[in-house]
């Protein structure tokens, strides 16, 4: 149906600068909000920063400042630029979109969440 591919390297010391991207590919229609969740170890799955296909933003206050979110409608590509990371940004992170999805043929669309495959992101002190 639909698949998102995270790309990004992972690995900086406490105040570098790193940059994720996500593709989102297949049977897509529209896509509504983009963004990215985190998981640190022993903790819940957190939204970190999101954007509508309008381009208004919601961004975590952990992260206010910091992370900024881009998107491109044309190519279904969200990226999240992270800046004067901390350790506690250590975290797998996940791609998400909202996706409208073309129906096959005769079918109705449908509206679901879809997932990337998770990036380790680790920042050293």
């Known amino acids: 149906q639909v698949q998102l591919v995270e790309s990004g390297v992972g690995l900086v010391q406490a105040g570098g600068s790193l940059r994720l991207s996500c593709a989102a590919s297949?049977?897509?229609?529209?896509?509504?909000?983009m963004g990215w969740y985190r998981q640190a170890p022993g903790k819940q799955r957190e939204l970190v920063v999101a954007?509508?296909?309008?381009?208004?933003?919601n961004i975590a206050d952990s992260v206010k400042g910091r992370f900024t979110i881009g998107r491109d409608n044309a190519k279904n590509t969200v990226i999240v630029q992270m800046n004067s990371l901390k350790p506690e940004d250590t975290a797998v992170y996940y791609c998400?979109?909202?996706?409208?999805?073309?129906?096959?043929?005769?079918?109705?669309?449908?509206?679901?969440?879809?997932w990337g495959q998770g990036t380790q992101v680790t920042v050293s002190s």
């Open positions: 297949g049977r897509i229609f529209s896509i509504n909000d």
């Open positions: 998400y979109a909202n996706v409208i999805v073309s129906g096959t043929t005769g079918g109705p669309r449908y509206t679901t969440n879809f």
């Open positions: 954007i509508t296909s309008g381009g208004s933003t």
